[in-house]
């Protein structure tokens, strides 16, 4: 594996800067769609993660949007307590099985990310401007398999 000289001299191998790069692009991602749609909607990234996964799901336990979302069941609950607080989820019992919860959206909920999907994917569609199509999709690819790689070896 070939080693880069990091800013203090020390040297980084090929994978550590490229996770060092992936962490950054990820990051400004996340900043520029939070400045241009979430922030002026008063919502966080991770409260659009958690609208958006519950939106797709419909109806989904918590434990599995906190995975979904890739955060602590703990966050998930300030984060829950701050959506419903606005009156964009709501907390129901699961059916089954009373110690378990489950989440869905309100109507405004639904209004919000109907009008949230849209902008949030041209502020993604931006950042991302700068790459041709073909590294797009190599790029998706790649990035794919990592998750899937990572994923099989839990």
Known sequence: MTATVGR??????????AVLHLHRAANAVRQHVEQEVLRPR?????GFVVLRTVWAARRIETRHVA??????????????????????????????DGRLVLLQLTRKGHRLIREL??????????????????????????????????????
Not at 42 to 46: F, G, I, P, V
Not at 72 to 96: C, F, M, Q, W
Request: no cysteine.
């Open 8 to 17: 203090e001299g020390g040297a980084f191998t090929g994978a550590t800067e």
């Open 117 to 154: 999907l849209p902008e949030s994917q041209n502020a993604e569609a931006y950042a991302l401007s700068s790459l041709e199509p073909a590294e797009l999709t190599r790029i998706t690819t790649a990035l794919r398999g990592l998750v899937d790689h990572l994923e099989r070896s839990r």
């Open 67 to 96: 995975e979904q979302a890739g955060i602590s069941k703990a966050t998930l609950t300030g984060v829950v307590d701050t959506l419903s607080g606005r009156g964009l989820v709501k907390r129901t019992n699961h059916p089954d």
């Open 42 to 46: 008063q919502l966080t990234w991770t």
